[in-house]
């Protein structure tokens, strides 16, 4: 069978599981409903979710840069072999704060593909050696990560394709196809809830540039009304929470200072906004300090995430006493669903606010 889905695609890159849904109890005071977390620490070896997205769109780039020489099959076994049948390969170029261009290298290798990524200066060495590792060439760029972004933009020209998680003014950088990636994340979990809650979901996810929240926006219109999306972004940087509360788009100047890397972006995907705008029904800000505290209360019952991770639970937590969950799970049998979006990618970090090794 050709691949046509992002899913299909996953099933069959070497190493590919479901990520798992744990119960969490006791996780929230003042709440009865059923929580579960999505881990997404794991895929493929690496240590979050963005590979979904970066191989899906990584695929669709080159099968583009093949033109009529492209395999309509989306699977890498066909993209390979076209590849080499056209004799030169394109390098794929990318703009992260660690984790999506880690995925774009990895993606480029399993294609036999170079890669070039760049990285604000203030990226921790332990991710950029990370990137480094999957044979990236790494341009680290004095700015904050929406200059990266720019930077990455300006160098992508001719048989160097831009893979960027967000939209950019003007220009071809394939994030509609990293959003289609990341429904994989969403495809597992209807599987997973199906065997257990019939009832709706409350989502709640991290936002960075929107593009994780847009994948879950489209999940909760095809599933089913009764369900609602909660976004999460530390305060230094919540562009979509501002952008909620001012009825336009709105980009909050850096540096955004946050523990939660991932998460710190200045402005949403301009792509992303007015889905993001109709599905939201909660938009939270958190602290360093609310993140921090269930990344350890999480570790404490075994369940190892990275700052980002845990900034689902930390949300839900702040919610909770300020009223603001409860409407959303009026409905009695509704299930608490919080997306963990990575592993601990910082490990020193992670020791001084845990006191053990990840
Ligand atoms: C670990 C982690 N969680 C969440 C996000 C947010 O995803 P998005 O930028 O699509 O909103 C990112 C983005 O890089 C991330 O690295």
């Not at 929580?35 to 240590?47: D, F, H, N, Q």
């Not at 999957?134 to 001719?158: F, K, S």
């Not at 394939?174 to 709706?200: C, H, I, M, N, R």
């Not at 958190?286 to 700052?307: K, N």
């Amino acid at each position: 069978m050709p691949v046509t889905r992002p899913i299909d695609l996953h099933r069959r890159l070497p190493g590919y599981a479901p990520t798992s849904l744990v119960r969490l109890e006791g996780a929230i005071e003042g709440i009865a409903a059923p929580i579960v977390v999505k881990l997404e620490t794991s895929r493929y070896g690496l240590p979050s979710f963005k590979v979904l997205g970066a191989s899906w769109a990584v695929g669709c780039r080159i099968a583009g840069w093949l033109g009529p020489h492209a395999p309509d099959d989306r699977s890498y076994d066909a993209i390979r072999p076209a590849l080499d049948a056209h004799g030169t390969r394109p390098t794929l170029v990318a703009a992260t704060d660690g984790n999506h261009g880690r995925a774009v290298a990895w993606s480029a290798r399993q294609l036999g593909c170079a890669a070039e990524v760049f990285v604000p200066a203030g990226t921790a060495q332990s991710r950029r050696q990370a990137i480094v590792a999957e044979g990236a060439a790494l341009t680290v760029v004095e700015g904050d990560y929406d200059e990266t972004v720019a930077a990455a933009a300006a160098r992508a020209t001719g048989d160097r394709l831009l893979v960027q998680d967000t939209a950019l003014e003007g220009g071809e950088t394939g994030v509609e196809d990293v959003v289609a990636g990341y429904a994989t994340v969403f495809d597992e979990l209807a599987e997973q809830l199906s065997g257990g809650s019939t009832g709706p979901c409350i989502l709640v996810v991290p936002v960075g540039v929107g593009s994780l929240a847009l994948a879950a926006a489209r999940f909760i219109r095809e599933r089913r009304a009764g369900d609602h999306l909660v976004t999460v972004e530390p305060t230094e940087a919540a562009s979509l929470q501002r952008s909620l509360v001012e009825g336009r788009l709105v980009a909050i100047p850096g540096p955004h200072v946050s523990c939660m890397v991932g998460l710190r972006c200045g402005s949403i995907s301009a792509g992303a906004w007015p889905e993001l705008r109709a599905a939201t029904d909660l938009a939270m800000a958190i602290e360093d300090a609310d993140a921090d505290e269930a990344m350890r209360w999480l570790a404490q019952r075994g369940v190892v995430v990275g700052e980002c991770g845990a900034a689902t639970l930390a949300a839900a937590r702040r919610a909770v006493p300020e009223g603001l969950l409860q409407p959303l799970l009026a409905n009695g049998d509704a299930t608490l669903v919080l997306i963990a979006t990575e592993a601990p990618t910082d490990p020193e970090r992670w020791r001084a606010v845990v006191g053990r090794d990840p």
